[in-house]
């Protein structure tokens, strides 16, 4: 962690540089935001209030994820809280990988397909379980980030960007002609998760608590990563490419690293999700899966800590619960892209934020 | 006079399509005095740092730095070196703090300097040298030109470099800035960091600098003392024009 208490996330929205139009690639400046440092001359008071104001956010989120099923939420929401927490695992892996190196993949569903088989193949096999799985779904995950990101990310920009695309599409046609080892076009089944140290999590309650833990545990790994030297390293990458390679950075080599660090969160993602459905196929892990990953994380801001949760909740959770219209729901996203793009670039999460200032500022 | 010889550039050649940049440059940039390279725009000025510090490969020739062939090696790799080049333009990361921007290259300098004593303990103390102090939560991208200037100068020097190559470090200033610039720029041989500068200000050359090299067409037309090249009758020809 750093230790000058500059982590890579900050909360408070920043007046910042403007975006500079026209400037880089439009996918890496299009979030081109004030830095994570809060750059404000009135340290002391105002950072220690910025603190407590962090640590009680993090205190009432942690309350709420795990309150919820005390609240008798019922069976659909319940399941829909749980696909959108294994979704938002995979966002903080492509948060890291879009919010801090500044790369945008939209091959996520396939890395989180590489995940899920990976653990189903295992289980059927060798008969292993979720918890002797999840390394080697993280593993395999990161090993096909690493494949495609060797050459891949030679390129840059919109290159990068096409090529994860067609690795999704490629992963789907390879699944679907897998014969008896992929399951072909029909898929997979996934043995129940069974008991762990004594709770049974068939129970759809105790699965969300799983899930939940570990979508906590994947947000607490973006917060550490982001505020640690390595954070600084991708943001370099992010910042000014041929500057990070001048001071001495092996760009490369991080620029893969990143992606691969990346794919574990997917891979992770996919086991979870895998357990959850208890049948996996090809058309989970495609090119429209992936699109919507990236949409979200987009639309809940990639640099804020909240954001990718904002992001799976608006995308994956409110449209299911809220019963929209799925037409409605992907024009609602086309417009809100647009919209959060030109208006909100740190994302919908911090303009939420800085709404709820706003609104306490006009009250005081 | 003793010159320690610390990068040898030899035949060094470069060019682009049909376009010849470098034809073969023969350059010994030393450590303990400032050497400057001059050419009117076009000269191969840019592409020889370019060259030098692996951002494009030479088409032929070779780059000795401290008696290790480095030709054609990666940027990084040349960096970690000790040999560090700032850019023309004025570069850092802006979207990121003055603090950020120079605790990243100082994250990734030299290990090898273990033998000679560190120049600054700090990130800060390197903030301090070039006069950004007070400065640190400014948004890169948000610094009026002459700091980011100065940025660019302490960014590079975080990277802990035996030999600085500066690309036109005067360019966009006014002329206190320069003066300013100058200064430290001076201090830097005596602080065993060994410069090798380009700039068009010959003002600037002429206070800084006890050698130069001119490039024209991507060859070495002059070389010597300083106000010995800038009397040579051919220098004033290609170059400075015919008043001086």
């Known amino acids: 962690m750093s230790s000058n208490g500059d982590p890579g996330y900050g909360t408070h929205p920043l007046p910042g540089p403007p975006p500079q139009a026209g400037e880089g690639n439009s996918l890496r400046s299009r979030q081109n935001l004030p830095p994570p440092s809060r750059g ?238 208890r049948h996996i196929s090809p058309t989970l892990y495609g090119g429209l899966p992936s699109l919507y990953i990236a949409m979200s994380v987009m639309l809940g801001g990639a640099r804020t800590l909240y954001g990718p949760l904002g992001g799976a909740i608006i995308v994956n959770f409110l449209p299911e619960i809220l019963n929209i219209d799925p037409v409605d729901s992907r024009i609602a996203y086309g417009a809100g892209l647009v919209a959060v793009i030109l208006l909100l670039p740190r994302g919908m999460v911090d303009g939420l934020i800085g709404l709820y200032r706003w609104a306490a500022r006009q009250r005081a | 006079m003793t010159e320690v010889a610390a990068l040898e550039i030899a035949g060094l050649r470069k060019t682009f399509g049909g376009v010849v940049a470098l034809a073969g440059v023969d350059i010994t940039v030393p450590l303990d005095q400032i050497l400057g390279i001059v050419g009117p725009n076009g000269s191969g000025k840019t592409t020889l740092f370019n060259v030098v510090t692996g951002v494009y490969r030479p088409t032929a020739g070779r780059v000795v730095w401290q008696g290790e062939d480095i030709t054609g090696r990666p940027s990084y790799e040349i960096a970690r070196k000790g040999l560090v080049r700032t850019f023309q333009q004025a570069m850092s990361f802006k979207g990121l703090s003055v603090q950020e921007n120079v605790r990243i290259a100082w994250e990734h300098r030299r290990a090898v300097r273990k033998s000679r004593s560190a120049q600054w303990a700090s990130p800060q103390a390197i903030l301090g040298f070039v006069g950004l102090a007070g400065h640190e939560r400014d948004v890169a991208g948000s610094l009026p030109f002459g700091n980011l200037r100065r940025l660019g100068l302490a960014v590079a020097l975080a990277a802990d470099p035996m030999l600085l190559l500066l690309d036109e470090p005067g360019a966009g200033l006014n002329d206190r800035e320069t003066a300013e610039l100058a200064e430290l720029i001076r201090r830097l041989p005596g602080m065993g960091i060994g410069v090798c500068l380009i700039d068009h200000d010959m003002t600037l050359m002429h206070a800084l600098c006890s050698r130069l090299v001119v490039l024209d067409f991507g060859s070495k037309i002059a070389e010597g003392p300083t106000a010995e090249v800038l009397n040579d009758a051919k220098v004033v020809e290609v170059y400075l024009g015919s008043e001086l």
């Open chain 1, 40 to 277: 404000r001359a009135g340290v002391g008071a105002a950072d220690a209030r910025g603190s407590r104001e962090t640590v009680v956010a993090a205190a009432v989120l942690v309350l709420v994820l795990v309150g919820v099923p005390w609240l008798n939420p019922g069976y659909r929401f319940l399941s829909v809280a749980i696909s959108t927490g294994t979704v938002a695992i995979t966002l903080y892996g492509l948060a890291l990988l879009f919010g801090q190196a500044g790369i945008m993949s939209v091959g996520h569903a396939a890395l989180m397909g590489v995940g899920a088989y990976t653990a189903a193949i295992l289980s059927m096999r060798l008969g292993m379980g979720l918890w002797s799985a999840l390394p080697f779904s993280m593993f395999m995950a990161a090993l096909a980030a690493a494949l495609i990101g060797l050459p891949a990310l030679r390129v840059s920009g919109h290159h990068f960007v096409i090529i994860t695309y067609a690795f999704c599409t490629l992963l789907a046609i390879v699944l679907t002609n897998g014969g008896s080892f992929t399951g072909g076009a029909t898929g997979l089944d996934v043995e129940p998760v069974g008991t762990v140290l004594g709770i049974n999590m068939d129970r759809l309650r105790n699965y969300y608590l799983l899930v939940i833990a570990a979508l906590l545990a994947s947000m607490l790994a973006t917060y550490l990563i982001s505020a640690s030297g390595y954070g600084r390293t991708l943001r370099s990458i992010r910042e000014n490419e041929p500057l990070a390679r001048a001071v001495g950075i092996n760009t490369g080599l991080h620029k893969v690293g990143a992606f691969m660090m990346s794919g574990a969160f997917a891979g992770a993602a996919g086991i979870f999700q895998a357990y959850y459905l």
